[in-house]
């Protein structure tokens, strides 16, 4: 059936250039909650490591998912690595490259593993309709990316320059950077792409929850005492995450979010409001604002 709706394929491609950890096993986790934030797209990324050394027989994409269509030189590539910068999986070939964006709802499965086996904001179900983007390799393999919502994107000429530091390479110089000068909330700041790659709503919750920072502080007014701290929770709190299997294994995981129980620190009431257009919780008690 896939063979059959897949003859050509579509149409350009890209390059870019990214940040890569060292691969570690991945096994599914079972997960319920999660959303592909920069944590998630490196346990991808990790999997997608296993497609090295192998060659395209075919690709199909789904023309809502790639703007750019699919380059043609991809049937007969050999993969020959992966990358990463902030939410953005990279597959390199021998010829050209291509971009992978999950969007909130994709999920990456190859050869039948998903290392993410549900996400908050889609089915744990693996429906053949659902498939969004396939690259089917020689050896009979498959890469898939499985989206209910069809938000995810192929990315033909995906560009990084427009993207900052990524999350888990971050220098404490560059954080303070992109938080000077600017009268914005700390937490639109943190997830402006171009300020900081791969940071998500929770994620940010998170660091700020260690940080005792507020996400409605004013991010330019930060001094170096609240940025030495930031910078030392997301350092450490970020691969930590990741060690556990993603974004929604901290201590504001999807269960606290949802119930609001008391701060797990101090007992006070949690807070839920809308910071930066995104649902945010936070502590009152003792996470401070900085004006």
């Given amino acids: 059936m896939f063979i059959d709706r897949c003859s050509v394929i579509c149409r350009r491609c890209p390059r870019v250039r990214c940040i890569g950890l060292d691969r570690f096993d991945t096994v599914a986790l079972g997960q319920t909650g999660a959303v592909p934030e920069g944590l998630e797209v490196e346990i991808y990324r990790r999997v997608a490591e296993t497609t090295v050394g192998r060659e395209i027989r075919e690709v199909w994409v789904d023309d809502r998912c790639a703007p750019g269509g699919v380059d043609p030189a991809l049937i007969g590539a050999i993969v020959t690595g992966t990358i990463r910068v902030g939410k953005l999986l990279v597959v390199e070939t021998d010829r050209v490259p291509f971009g992978l964006h999950f969007s909130m709802a994709g999920r990456l499965i190859v050869d039948d593993h998903a290392p993410i086996e549900r996400l908050e904001y889609a089915s744990g179900d693996d429906r053949a309709e659902w498939d969004r983007i396939v690259i089917v390799f020689c050896d009979g393999g498959r890469l898939r990316v499985n989206d209910p919502r069809r938000w995810c ?8 320059d427009a993207l900052g530091p990524d999350l888990l390479a971050i220098t404490q110089a560059e954080l303070a950077g992109a938080l000077a000068g600017t009268r914005r909330h700390l937490k639109a700041v943190l997830l402006d792409q171009r300020a900081v790659a791969g940071l998500g709503n929770m994620l940010v919750d998170e660091i700020l929850w260690w940080a005792g920072i507020s996400p409605v502080s004013t991010a330019g007014a930060l001094g170096t005492a609240e940025i030495d701290e930031l910078y030392r929770c997301a350092t450490e709190q970020l691969p930590a995450l990741l060690a556990r299997g993603g974004s929604h294994t901290g201590v504001l995981s999807p269960q606290v979010r949802a119930g609001l129980p008391p701060c797990p620190r101090d007992g006070a009431a949690l807070r ?6 995104r649902t945010t919780i936070w502590c009152p008690g003792h996470q401070i604002v900085v004006r």
Avoid: I, N, T, Y
Wanted: proline letters at 14%; aromatic letters at 8%; hydrophobic letters at 35%.
């Fill in 153 to 160: 994107r192929f990315l033909s000429d995906p560009e990084p």
């Fill in 272 to 277: 839920r409001e809308v910071v930066a257009g």
